[in-house]
């Protein structure tokens, strides 16, 4: 197996050890949690440049990475909902909307291709970047307030863009920076992707 298939793999385990700590410990064991957080993200920023490096960076592996970093950041989620259950509760709704959006990128990409989104958009990375932001702030300062009511009103746009990605392709493929990058895919407008934005 080679080392982006092994990074993969790593950051998939870290989900089931991440919720196994944050159940058996609770606050006790957040700066644990904290710092697999990290492992697994830099196990996603690696997998990514490494498997170019390799020229191994197929769509097989892209729509692996993608659902992994979905299971990771579930577990991240809901361990930080078993460590500071108050926390989330205060911005419940707005955890709920974000998760349903989601949900519902899944749900329209199955219908109209048969296969999950895996689209790397550009605003779903800044996305992820306040979601480190929120879950640093979450398990290394028990806080939530402000920046978790900005990583969801950031999760619920990036879930807007991605599923009017989904709308405007006129067929499935990975890697799409922004919707308006999905129009010109459908109008048969070529545009270089940036290697950055594919990790």
Known sequence: MSIPYLLILFRFLLAPTILLISYLMGERGTYLVLVLMFLGLFSDIFDGIIARKMKIDTERMRRLDSQTDLVFWLSISFSCYLIYPELIKENLIGVIAVITMEALCY??????????????????????????????????????????????????????????????????????????????????????????LNS
């Open 107 to 196: 749900g329209v990409s199955l219908v109209k291709f048969g296969k999950e989104t895996c689209t790397h958009a550009f605003v779903s990375k800044m996305w992820g970047l306040t979601l480190l932001a929120t879950f640093t702030c979450l398990l290394g300062f028990a806080y939530g307030g402000w920046m978790m009511k900005i990583c969801i009103i950031l999760g619920l746009i990036s879930q807007l863009d991605v599923i009017l990605i989904i709308l405007f392709l006129p067929k499935w493929t990975h890697d799409i920076p922004s919707f308006y990058h999905a129009i010109l895919i459908r109008k048969g407008i070529e545009f270089k992707k940036s290697k950055y």
